[in-house]
């Protein structure tokens, strides 16, 4: 087993813990009532949210199955499919990240270059956080230890300008990977998520049909606001992909498989620790049984 399911399963024992107790591992069917509304519970103190608590436990009751079982299979078949990132035939794979301040979206791409660059490509990023001189220097840190390119300017320079030598860069040099890393926003900001937007359609402008994913990164411990989130920068900038990271800390996991089941958008990688080797392509299956009490 990898060290990084163990990190994960570590970091979801609270929850795991929580369920653990619950499910004396009997037939489902045999569970009473209020053994299923104490799990449900449970499933909402994991941050599954309400809605997907209920369902989860509809479907497990319907299953026949004894409760883990039951619950990992409903878990599962809610998850919406997983199908791979595509790469576009022709031209630089152009990349969006976005989410609200802090969740993780500079140390991500750090990960992220890293992780292309050992699968031999080559990758540009673009310092569209032009907020705070210190955020292009901390984007160039990561960037050299990856041994990936970076376009920048000068601080306070317009994010979409920046983006969009980016993309031009990397379609002009043969680049294979262009990320491009934004400045955190709040999403009740306006002018903000307005600017965001922009940022998108420039990059549109520089490569037909780019971005190809525009990735949202939310801390898995934020609780029921990441919902608000998610809502508003899909809106705003076209979230095609979660990434969700910190599940190496206190998150209690549930937000996962709610955000990914409520907006039908899949989880692409979690992040489970601040190194460049701290992140795991998300798999249901792991995810699922780290969540989940064993039998
Ligand atoms: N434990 C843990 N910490 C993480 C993880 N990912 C990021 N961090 C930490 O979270 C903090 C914020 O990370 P950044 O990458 O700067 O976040 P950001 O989204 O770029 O922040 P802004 O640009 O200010 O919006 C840093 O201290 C990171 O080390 C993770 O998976 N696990
Ligand atoms: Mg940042």
Request: proline share 4%; glycine share 10%; net charge neutral.
């Amino acid at each position: 087993m990898s060290s990084f399911f163990q990190r994960l399963k570590k970091g979801l024992s609270k929850s795991r813990e929580g369920l653990a107790q619950l499910m004396p591992g009997g037939k489902a069917e045999r569970l009473s009532e209020s053994e299923w509304m104490d799990i449900e519970d449970s499933l909402v103190m994991a941050d599954c949210g309400p809605a997907l608590a209920a369902e989860l436990i509809a479907r497990a009751k319907k299953s026949g199955l004894d409760a883990v079982d039951a619950l990992r299979e409903a878990m599962l078949a809610m998850l919406p499919a997983q199908t791979p990132v595509q790469m576009p035939p022709q031209g630089p794979f152009v990349l969006l990240v976005v989410g609200v301040n802090g969740t993780g979206k500079t140390t991500t791409i750090g990960k992220l270059a890293t992780m292309y660059r050992q699968q031999g490509k080559r990758v540009v990023v673009g310092a569209a956080d032009t907020f705070r001189a210190a955020a292009v220097d901390q984007l160039a840190v990561w960037v050299e230890r990856a041994g990936a390119d970076m376009v920048r300017q000068h601080a306070g320079a317009d994010p979409a300008a920046v983006a969009f030598d980016t993309v031009q860069r990397g379609l002009a040099r043969d680049y294979d990977v262009v990320i491009i890393d934004t400045a955190g926003r709040v999403q009740t900001d306006r002018g903000l998520m307005d600017e965001l937007a922009k940022v998108r359609r420039v990059i549109g402008k520089a490569c037909n049909g780019a971005p190809h994913e525009v990735w949202q990164v939310v801390d898995g411990g934020t609780g029921q606001n990441a919902v608000m989130q998610v809502e508003k920068f899909r809106e705003v900038a076209g979230t095609t992909g979660l990434i969700v990271t910190k599940l190496d800390g206190t998150a209690k996991g549930g937000i996962v498989l709610q955000l990914s089941t409520r907006f039908a958008l899949p989880v692409r990688y979690v992040g489970v620790g601040e190194t460049l080797e701290d992140l795991m392509p998300f798999d249901g299956h792991d995810f699922v049984q780290g969540l989940l009490p064993e039998k």
